[in-house]
């Protein structure tokens, strides 16, 4: 069983930056796949990023390639995703999600969900 906690959302203007946290508990993430999604609102959730337990493998959606980082610090049981160059459309709930097997975009396959944090990137 794995519990995610997202932290680190905000307001924020165009162009600015937010760094966004995903705290695991309830086991280590050290072999634990992670993804990032988001759902603004009228919105379906999407794929955002995701990493490998490593770290060493990452992806992103194509709309936030070479915006966003996502990065893992299994030490700490944490998952970042820094946001740069943000735009009105980032705005959304980010979620965090895990799973055991899986790495990738669906989110379907993903067993294990935190309750988002909120972004909002102002024009």
């Known amino acids: 069983q794995v519990q995610l906690g997202e932290s680190g959302g905000g307001l924020v203007q165009a162009g600015g930056s937010l760094r966004l946290s995903c705290a695991a508990s309830?086991?280590?993430?050290?072999?634990?796949?992670i993804g990032w999604f988001r759902q603004a609102p009228g919105k379906e959730r999407e794929f955002v990023a995701a990493?490998?337990?490593?770290?060493?493998?990452?992806s992103y959606a194509d709309s936030v390639k070479g915006r966003f980082t996502i990065s893992r610090d299994n030490a700490k049981n944490t998952v970042y995703l820094q946001m740069d160059s943000l735009k009105p459309e980032d705005t959304a709930v980010y979620y965090c999600?895990?799973?055991?097997?899986?790495?990738?975009?669906?989110?379907?396959?993903?067993?294990?969900w935190g309750q988002g944090t909120q972004v909002t990137v102002s024009s």
């Open positions: 999600a895990a799973d055991l097997h899986y790495f990738g975009s669906y989110e379907n396959k993903y067993d294990y």
């Open positions: 990493i490998t337990w490593s770290g060493g493998t990452t």
């Open positions: 309830g086991r280590t993430i050290s072999n634990v796949f």
